[in-house]
C-alpha cells in the first residue's frame, strides 16, 4: 500500500472518548489550512467520531486506515476559516432523564456508543445503535417518536443528535454527560 502523506501527527492510542477528539481539537488549531493531520486511534468509535467532528467544524475527513488495530485518521484543515463547532441545541442531565424514566413517559433511550461498551453497561430498555451504524439504520427509529441519545461523555449523541435532527427527527434530546456519570438502574448483556 501507498504511504499516505501527512503534515503532522495525533498520538490518541490507548484513549476513550472524548480524548481523540480533544487532542486532535488542539492540534487541528495550531495546523496551517490545507494541511493533512494524521490521527492514531485504538478505540474503535474514533472513527465515527473523527468523522462526525470533522463534519461539524468543517475540516474535510480524508478516510481511516486499520493498521494491525491501529486506526490511522486522516483529515484536511479547512482552508480559511473553519466554522464554528455545531453543538445540537436540545439538551438533558441524567438527572432529567431518570426522572422521565421513572415516570414511565413514552420516550427512546438511544445509545450510539460502541457494542462493547453497551453489552457492558446500559440503561435499561436503551436500544444500541453505535455513531458509525447511525444514518444506515435510521430505519430502526420513529422520527415522531421523543428520543434521548446517549454515549459515554455527550459527545458522540451530539453528533448522533445533529445527524438524526438533519434527518427530519423531531424531538432528540442529547443526555449530558451520560454513561460516564451515570447514577440510575444499569444493566449488561
Known amino acids: 500500500m501507498e504511504t499516505i502523506k501527512f503534515d503532522q501527527q495525533v498520538d490518541a492510542k490507548g ?3 472524548p480524548m481523540p477528539i480533544v487532542r486532535t481539537k488542539k492540534v487541528m488549531n495550531d495546523l ?12 474503535k468509535g474514533s472513527t465515527a ?12 475527513y480524508l478516510g ?3 493498521e494491525g488495530g491501529v486506526l490511522k485518521h486522516y483529515l484536511r484543515k479547512a482552508s480559511g476559516e473553519e466554522k464554528e463547532e455545531k453543538k445540537h441545541p436540545l439538551v438533558a442531565s441524567n438527572e432529567e432523564l431518570q426522572l422521565k424514566l421513572a415516570s414511565n413517559e413514552d420516550l427512546l433511550v438511544l445509545d450510539v456508543r460502541e457494542s462493547a461498551e453497551f453489552v457492558f453497561n446500559h440503561i435499561p430498555g436503551a436500544m ?4 458509525g451504524d447511525i444514518e444506515n439504520r435510521l430505519n430502526e427509529l420513529n422520527a415522531e417518536q421523543t428520543i434521548y441519545v446517549v454515549c459515554h461523555t455527550g459527545n458522540r449523541s451530539d453528533f448522533a443528535a445533529q445527524k438524526l435532527t438533519e434527518a427530519g427527527f423531531k424531538n432528540v434530546i442529547n443526555v449530558i454527560p451520560g454513561m460516564s ?3 440510575g438502574e444499569t444493566k449488561s448483556r
Open 64 to 66: 481511516t486506515v486499520d
Open 49 to 60: 467520531d473523527i468523522k462526525a467532528w470533522a463534519g461539524s467544524t468543517g475540516h474535510q
Open 181 to 183: 456519570k451515570w447514577t
Open 32 to 43: 496551517e489550512p490545507g494541511r493533512v493531520l494524521e490521527v492514531q486511534a485504538t478505540d
Open 15 to 17: 484513549l476513550a472518548c
Open 128 to 131: 444500541s445503535i453505535p455513531l
